[in-house]
């Protein structure tokens, strides 16, 4: 059983500052794996007093010696990818084959590529007379959730660390193992001291004060819409920067054509990655009406084909996070049967032979209506919803009525049609028939949050700009 009851704050592992631990279960067997100890106030305090004394020295080293930094991160980083897959599959039940491929995959993506940015990167550009300058925000605090832990650690600290800026992580308590085998491989690393904290807790005790913190200058969060709200009122009387993504009920709209099929068997399986606990997964996947019957028959046949179960074994799926996600998720697909969607696939309880552990359903719905229930709350699990349209403008129309604006898809064999839909589409971020691009800015519209995430993008959020005027002699002296 792991026991991390230790925070990592000014270089060190050091004893927090109250006695509270929280208890880490196994969701694929209901029982405890590991507990951490819960930060206080008094913990934010001495991890952003830390990150502050780091930062005069941090902000004011060459992007040069920083990629050094990086690049002995990515060479920890990649010898510890066994450890990191390990936490991820005992703490939120990951399959072994998603936790040490795509799940810590990521995390390396996303680092690889904010070497490259880096390296290129403009920090200063003259202007006439005027000197425009990049400069590191300063402290950051950054909240991550527990559904892709590495993914969202990646696009936090990397570009965190590329800009000049110092931090204090606070993982999601759900699952914290991974976030401290992060602080590990950092301090191997030779991250400078201060530069990088890591405090474990919940919201109340860690997020709250950390997003009120006069001392922190900006806040990156990931999570629900719900918690995005009060970490904004949190933050709003120091008017420090908060930057957001939040939740998704993300349209998938597949065109009429020869790949309708394929794309239908696609959208499908897309759902069901990661136990559908996606925020940008394809919930609301999009047919002509003419062709539901036969969409039904797809969607039918491929989630009956999605094996669940042990996460060390060899199955597509494994559990849910934890009993509260399981009962969430349990209630919604009980809302759509109760609300007169078609159940094609999946459905209330455990899939057979699983009497532990907290699985579901690969689950389809179909000839749903956007005003139900299950088409426009997220669901965060394995279901997936079918709505019909009459036209690619009534496609376009539904897929945009929603309060989320975090992804869209768009799936046809025919690429200018595709890329005209996809560009009605309110998102940030649209692939066309699954493209997938480390430097493609990732965020959202509406209540999907603000800011951006990804490549070149994610360095933004943390960066400040200066106008330095009269910076050239010649226009220093014209007066």
């Known amino acids: 059983m792991r026991e991390y009851v230790k925070f990592y704050i000014d270089g060190q592992w050091t004893d927090p500052a109250g006695a509270g631990t929280f208890v880490v279960v196994n ?3 209901e029982e405890v794996c590991g507990k951490v100890a819960l930060g206080s106030s008094a913990d934010v305090d001495r991890a952003v007093a830390a990150a502050r004394r780091a930062f005069p020295g941090w902000s004011t080293t060459t992007g040069e010696e920083r ?38 995959g990521l995390g390396a993506g996303h680092l690889s590529t904010a070497i490259a940015v880096l390296k290129d990167f403009v920090f200063e550009e003259q202007r ?7 400069e590191p925000i300063g402290v950051c605090g950054l909240i991550t959730p527990w559904n892709w832990p590495m993914n969202q650690i990646a696009v936090k600290v990397f570009p965190a660390l590329a800009t000049g800026c110092t931090m204090v992580l606070k993982p999601s308590e759900k699952s914290p193992f991974t976030g401290q085998v992060f602080a590990e491989i950092l301090d191997a690393a030779g991250v400078p001291a201060g530069v990088f904290n890591l405090v474990q807790g919940d919201g109340p005790g860690v997020g709250v004060p950390l997003a009120g913190h006069a001392d922190v200058d900006m806040i990156s969060f990931t999570g629900s819409t ?11 009387p120091t008017v420090k920067r908060v930057t957001q993504e939040l939740g998704g009920k993300s349209p998938n709209i597949v065109l009429d054509d020869e790949a309708f099929a394929e794309n239908v068997g696609k959208g499908v399986a897309n759902m069901m990655g990661n136990s559908g606990q996606t925020c940008s997964a394809p919930s609301r996947m999009l047919v ?7 969409a039904i028959a797809i969607a039918r046949e491929t989630a009956s084909g999605i094996t669940v179960g042990d996460p060390q074994g060899d199955f597509v799926m494994g559990p849910v996070v934890s009993g509260a996600q399981f009962e969430k998720i349990q209630a919604l697909i009980q809302k759509g049967i109760d609300e007169g969607a078609t159940l094609v696939a999946g459905g209330p309880g455990r899939p057979d032979g699983l009497e532990r552990g907290y699985y579901v359903k690969p689950t389809v719905f179909a000839r749903v209506t956007n005003d139900m229930t299950v088409a426009r709350e997220e669901i965060f699990g394995p279901v997936v919803t ?59 519209y509406k209540k999907s949050g603000n800011g951006r995430e990804w490549g070149e993008f994610g360095f933004h ?18 007066g």
Not at 128 to 134: D, E
Request: with cysteine.
């Open 226 to 236: 719900r918690a995005g709200v009060d970490i904004a009122r949190n933050a709003a």
């Open 67 to 104: 990629v050094e930094v990086l690049q002995n991160v990515l060479d920890v980083y990649q010898k510890r990818a066994g450890d990191l897959a390990a936490a991820l599959t005992e703490e939120m039940g990951a399959p072994a084959v998603l936790a040490g491929g795509f799940q810590v």
């Open 27 to 29: 969701p694929a067997t």
């Open 128 to 134: 006439g007379a005027t000197l425009v300058v990049k």
């Open 288 to 294: 002509p009406a003419a062709r539901m019957d036969e």
């Open 461 to 478: 959020d943390y960066l400040e700009t200066k106008g330095i005027l009269g910076y050239t002699p010649e226009a220093a002296s014209s």
């Open 386 to 444: 079918i709505l019909g349209y009459d036209s690619v403008d009534h496609a376009v129309e539904i897929a945009n009525d929603a309060e989320y604006g975090l992804a869209g898809y768009v799936a046809g064999a025919d690429l200018e049609q595709a890329r005209a839909v996809a560009r009605r589409i309110r998102a940030g971020w649209v692939a066309i028939n699954d493209a997938f691009d480390f430097a493609c800015p990732f965020g959202g």
